[in-house]
């Protein structure tokens, strides 16, 4: 199953990592902001994640300035790498993170996202509505190589009441690490 362009935004509620934002727990539906929300899987090991926090950071900060909300998600089974365990969740969380950081232990959060890779990004409008869905540039791994900001763009034309033009792009990383 996956959430297909316009489709909505299911709802779940899960233990947040950076209680300090959001608290102990948070749904989805109290973090979508008048403009919508980014909803991005994540951890902690993966290379391409690691090289792109600040700039993770950067978009959470940035969003939020225009009434979108953002939640980072950690879908990696923590048996396969013990570094996305919760516990190690909060201690990248304290190190300073602008958004929730939740963690989908069961993995129904990424299989009903139909979420592949990390970082891979998922942008509601206000209703609700998937809207984008993919990477958030062409070079996660090296900010001096970018050269196209596929989810800045998406967010800037869904501010601006405008369609979001490329709608879906390939995400660049990490596969999430699933059960077995």
């Known amino acids: 199953m996956s959430i297909e362009l316009r489709g909505k935004m299911p709802n779940f509620e899960l233990n947040n990592a950076n209680s300090s934002v959001g608290g102990e727990k948070v749904n989805f539906s109290e973090h979508l902001g008048q403009n919508g929300l980014i909803i991005l899987f994540e951890c902690n090991h ?5 090289a792109s926090i600040d700039r993770i950071n950067e978009m959470a ?40 950081y939740l963690f989908d232990e069961t993995q129904i959060v990424a ?58 792009t390939e995400s660049i990383g990490c596969s999430v690490k699933w059960k077995q």
């Open 111 to 168: 299989e009903t996202f139909d979420a592949k890779r990390t970082p891979e990004f998922f942008l509601f409008d206000g209703e609700g509505r998937l809207v984008y869905k993919g990477r958030m540039d062409d070079s996660p791994r090296d900010p001096n190589q970018v050269s196209s900001t596929e989810l800045l763009d998406a967010v800037n034309s869904l501010v601006d009441g405008k369609a979001v033009e490329n709608q879906i």
């Open 46 to 50: 993966c290379p391409y994640v690691v």
């Open 61 to 100: 900060r940035y969003a939020s300035s225009k009434h979108v909300g953002f939640i980072g998600i950690n879908s990696n089974d923590a048996s396969v790498y013990s570094s996305d365990s919760f516990e190690n969740m909060r201690k990248r969380a304290d190190k300073g993170m602008p958004y929730p």
